[in-house]
């Protein structure tokens, strides 16, 4: 069992940077794939980066590379979210995802651990 909980959302202008942080409980963490959803209101929840359990590898959905930066400190069981030059349509509710598979956790249907979500809202 997994159990992450997210933090680090919140309000901030277009072109602001924020970093998420999903905190991973369990001595198992630095085995798992760890992945970042958002769910924007009124639409899917959606894939936006995913990291493998040692980090050299990373996948992003195409509409946040070069802005958005995953990256994980197993010693520390977290798993971070760089955001930068943030845009309006980025606003949305952020979901931690955990799995054995950096393939499993980039697809939603499949992934088995969720955190609650964090809030991000950027203003134009």
């Known amino acids: 069992q997994v159990q992450l909980v997210e933090s680090g959302g919140g309000l901030v202008q277009a072109g602001g940077s924020l970093r998420l942080s999903c905190a991973a409980s369990?001595?198992?963490?630095?085995?798992?794939?760890m992945g970042w959803f958002r769910q924007a209101p009124g639409k899917d929840r959606e894939f936006v980066a995913a990291?493998?359990?040692?980090?050299?590898?990373?996948y992003y959905t195409d509409s946040v590379k070069g802005r958005f930066t995953i990256s994980r400190d197993n010693a520390k069981n977290t798993v971070y979210l760089q955001m930068n030059s943030l845009k309006p349509e980025n606003t949305a509710v952020y979901y931690c995802?955990?799995?054995?598979?950096?393939?499993?956790?980039?697809?939603?249907?499949?992934?088995?651990?969720w955190g609650q979500g964090t809030q991000v809202t950027v203003s134009s």
């Open positions: 995802a955990a799995d054995r598979s950096i393939a499993v956790v980039t697809r939603q249907a499949e992934v088995r651990y």
């Open positions: 369990g001595r198992t963490f630095g085995s798992y794939a």
């Open positions: 990291i493998n359990w040692s980090g050299p590898s990373t």
